[in-house]
């Protein structure tokens, strides 16, 4: 089958292949046939080495399709279910599903350890234990979740990460108060979800921050009342809040930096909200005197920070009552031999979230 395998980490272009062939169906687990993935911008910080991945790889984990076949012991699924693609399933039995946290169960990232593809020269990986630049994957049944057929297969792929991880972070995370201000710094897929999450919460200003003007106006679409760029924000929080700071910040880059400029956006006793992937070795600097006398909260949000089953049926729902915008989300669509255009488009912040159609 074909897929795009990024050889090394550190290199910027996939190169697309036909002899990558499945491994790993047997009990337990569903070989799903992909018919649409999104492009997020995890999958270029594992390209690049800010996110860890094992390399050969192949990227992508913001995908849907169709069943081709199920294992022994698989009675959830058939082949032809409509699904999506969810990189982090939770086991259920775990400390961490136990306490109502199953956005922190680990098992999903005990699989990126192991191959989920091979070629003739060796074994490849798939990102976060899925791969869904691939038209096939073999996961784990826990990691397709079945979808309602009026959702088309390029929307679904987009809640399978994006979309659930940027309105949560609003809803489930922060829980925006209604009448709130809120700066959303990073307008790319998430950042964008993000605002509409504030939106339907209550915020009553919402401040869009990026450093591309076309991100800024798409912003403006989808709920912001205003966008500025980065040297704009200390502006925007005097008018707005009279110096003291937005009640809610997200930050959506992973970056040290913004997330400094985002802590001192926030008010005292506010919130700033983590939803960027970063590094490792990218290290946020605070002094415990402005930590004790701000007392500022700052929340990290990992895959919306909530239970994700519960998380696409209520954007699901959402987006069927009009109340959140996903299909224009999509600003490109490729096929996958135009995977690394799409690349680009998302280095320079050109795409709001682009579409790989298999």
């Known amino acids: ?151 088309p297969f390029d929307i679904a792929a987009l809640i399978g990460c994006g979309v659930t991880t940027g309105i949560g972070a609003a809803v489930n995370t922060a829980d925006v108060a209604a009448g709130a201000t809120v700066a959303v710094i990073g307008c790319g897929g998430v950042g964008i979800s993000a605002i509409q999450g504030a939106r339907l919460k209550g915020a009553a200003r919402i401040v869009a921050v990026d450093p591309v003007a076309s991100r800024r106006e798409a912003a403006l679409r989808f709920g912001a009342t205003e966008a500025v760029a980065p040297d704009a924000l200390a502006d925007a929080k005097e008018r707005i809040t009279g110096r003291e700071g937005f009640d809610y910040v997200f930050e959506v880059v ?24 970063g590094a490792m070795d990218d290290f946020l600097q605070l002094n415990m005197f402005e930590l004790f006398f701000d007392e500022k909260r700052i929340l990290p949000s990992l895959y919306g920070g909530g239970d994700t089953l519960t998380s696409y049926r209520r954007i699901i729902e959402l987006w069927r009552a009009g109340r959140i915008d996903l299909a224009g989300l999509i600003t490109h669509r490729v096929p996958l031999a135009g995977i690394n255009d799409a690349v680009e488009q998302m280095r320079t912040g050109e795409a709001l979230r682009t579409c790989v159609e298999l």
């Open 254 to 277: 992973g970056k040290s930096a913004t997330a400094r400029a985002a802590y001192e956006a926030t008010r005292r006793g506010g919130t700033l909200c983590i939803v960027g992937a």
């Open 1 to 151: 089958m074909r897929a795009a395998v990024l050889h090394e980490t550190g290199q910027t272009k996939l190169e697309v292949l036909d002899d990558v062939e499945t491994v790993g169906f047997g009990p337990g687990k569903v070989k799903v046939r992909i018919r649409a993935t999104g492009l997020c911008h995890s999958d270029i910080s594992a390209m690049t080495g800010v996110l860890p991945q094992i390399a050969p790889f192949i990227p992508g984990h913001e995908g849907a399709g169709e069943i081709i076949d199920v294992g022994d012991g698989v009675t959830s699924l058939r082949p032809g279910d409509r699904v999506l693609i969810c990189w982090l399933p939770a086991c259920g039995s775990c400390p961490s599903c136990r306490r109502g946290q199953p956005q922190l169960c680990l098992a999903g990232f005990r699989q990126a350890g192991t191959p989920n593809f091979r070629r003739p020269g060796g074994d490849v990986f798939g990102f976060a234990g899925t791969g869904t630049f691939a038209e096939e994957i073999v996961v784990d049944a826990a990691c397709a979740v079945p979808i309602p057929d009026d959702v």
